[in-house]
């Protein structure tokens, strides 16, 4: 400015001192006035651009500022960071945590089906495969919902919401481990397992997923995906599968009602911005949602004898199964006499609780599996709790007292303790004299006891005589 000021002063006095008497200004005056005006002209330009230019530096001077922030204060991203920040949003798309959940529930059916020692190498391998097979479909599962996801507060910091990965990007990664999770699973264990795995990818991303946002079946759906993996565990180490391997599967599959149903009536509001159809969107007071979480705690109660029963674990995993389900089982009963979201979260901490306990005392407690038919053993012990047919076992060539006559089949009981897996096992065999079912059946059945009787110590007399003979010519 002091520079543009000592310019016009010199240019109006060198304007002065040409000008005529009559104070025109002379041809070589205007000329320099000419050069003034368009000298300051362009300082004037030169002066707004290095102004702009300070503009724009600063301004990326504050958005450097900001990247720094976001990024801890590192400044921009380097290489390294950058696929470390990769691999976070891949953490993020696998779900991990849940996938190493899937992982252990796989884990521990392959320690359940193992033989006296449990092969390290394969259930390592078992859970590699499940790993990326888990990964595989939860990826699936966060490429379909990407809208939804960004309408929930829980979803909405996922990579694909927020723009930090695209949706190609995340079905190219799908791709990738769902065909090295099966592959592995084909080569290191066995097809049935390697179909397991398959099948769960496309049960939970072609079925659960868009059933999501239709009805409220996609939780029993949904339930069905999570009990898979204990099966996968079992087929990886059997090479099969039978009845013992449904123990597993069946406390995952009734786990993860109480479980989902606390979490869907503390997340209600969430679940319906997002779209999705959940059974607490129907439940205007929360009851029907707390009696499904209820009676699936119901129906994990026996589980722990039945695993003894068929010969999985010892009796002692009944024991403690029952005290951790009924745990759980008294919250859900709370959370069913009072739908709030407190008891609601209460019923979810439990059910957090309760499955790695419940897991850990099944495989502290496993049986050796030595191929034995579970499904023979489950109703030879059915049969002595009565309910599978006759206690009492037929002999070859032995007769029974059902031929003696019909009578002689009522007046005669034979009672057994079964093995229960709270008691020892104590057999116990006691005879009873049942009344008669009328008092002219029992005369005539007094005649046929004392014959029966004579004739029997006829025989003990015969056989003593015929005895001693034998002895003399010895």
């Not at 000419?34 to 000298?39: E, F, G, K, L, M």
């Not at 009328?438 to 025989?459: L, N, R």
Request: aromatic share 8%; with cysteine; proline share 5%.
């Amino acid at each position: 400015m002091r520079r543009s000021l000592a310019l016009l002063g010199r240019q109006l006095l060198a304007e002065a001192a040409s000008a005529g008497p009559a104070g025109a200004p002379s041809t070589s005056g205007r000329g320099e006035l000419a050069s003034w005006a368009a000298a300051a002209g362009r300082q004037r330009w030169f002066s707004a651009g290095a102004s702009a230019a300070a503009a724009a530096a600063a301004g990326g001077a504050s958005a450097c500022a900001t990247a720094a922030v976001a990024h801890g204060g590192r400044g921009p991203p380097t290489g390294l960071r950058k696929l470390r920040l990769m691999m976070q949003n891949y953490k993020q798309l696998s779900k991990m945590r849940l996938s190493l959940l899937v992982v252990a529930t796989s884990a521990a059916g392959y320690a359940a089906g193992s033989g006296d020692r449990i092969d390290w190498a394969g259930m390592g391998w078992t859970s590699l495969g499940t790993m990326l097979a888990s990964s595989s479909a939860n990826a699936l599962n966060q490429v379909y919902e990407k809208v939804n996801d960004g309408l929930m507060k829980r979803t909405m910091n996922r990579p694909l919401p927020t723009g930090r990965m695209s949706r190609p990007h995340a079905l190219a990664f799908a791709a990738a481990c769902g065909l090295g999770g099966v592959w592995l699973l084909a080569d290191k264990t066995n097809l049935t397992t390697a179909a397991l795995g398959a099948a769960n990818i496309v049960l939970y991303a072609g079925v659960y997923t868009p059933l999501k946002q239709i009805s409220v079946v996609n939780t029993w759906v949904g339930a069905i995906v999570g009990a898979v993996p204990p099966l996968m565990g079992w087929a990886a180490a059997t090479g099969g599968l039978d009845v013992g391997a449904a123990i597993l599967g069946a406390g995952l599959y009734f786990w993860q009602m109480p479980h989902f149903m606390a979490l869907a009536w503390m997340c209600k509001a969430d679940y319906t911005a997002g779209g999705y159809r959940m059974l607490s969107m129907i439940d205007a007071t929360g009851r029907r949602t707390a009696a499904c979480a209820l009676r699936n705690c119901l129906y994990l109660f026996p589980l722990g004898a039945l695993a003894t029963w068929l010969g999985v674990t010892s009796p002692y995993f009944a024991y403690e199964s029952a005290f951790i389900t009924g745990g759980m089982m008294l919250t859900a009963a709370r959370f069913y006499s009072s739908p709030t979201v407190a008891n609601a979260r209460i019923l979810f901490r439990a059910s957090l609780l309760h499955l790695p306990l419940f897991m850990a005392a099944f495989l502290v407690h496993r049986l050796p599996n030595h191929g034995e038919d579970k499904a023979a053993l489950l109703m030879h012990n059915a049969r002595l709790l009565g309910l599978g047919g006759s206690v009492e076992q037929r002999q070859p060539g032995k007769q029974h007292e059902e031929e003696e006559g019909a009578l002689a089949a009522l007046t005669r009981v034979r009672l057994s303790l079964p093995p229960l897996p709270f008691l020892p096992s104590l057999p116990l065999a006691v005879s009873a004299q049942l009344s008669c079912p009328s008092k002219a059946a029992c005369e005539e059945a007094q005649p046929q006891q004392q014959e029966g009787e004579g004739k029997e110590e006829a025989e003990e007399e015969g056989g003593g005589e015929g005895a001693a003979p034998a002895a003399g010519r010895a």
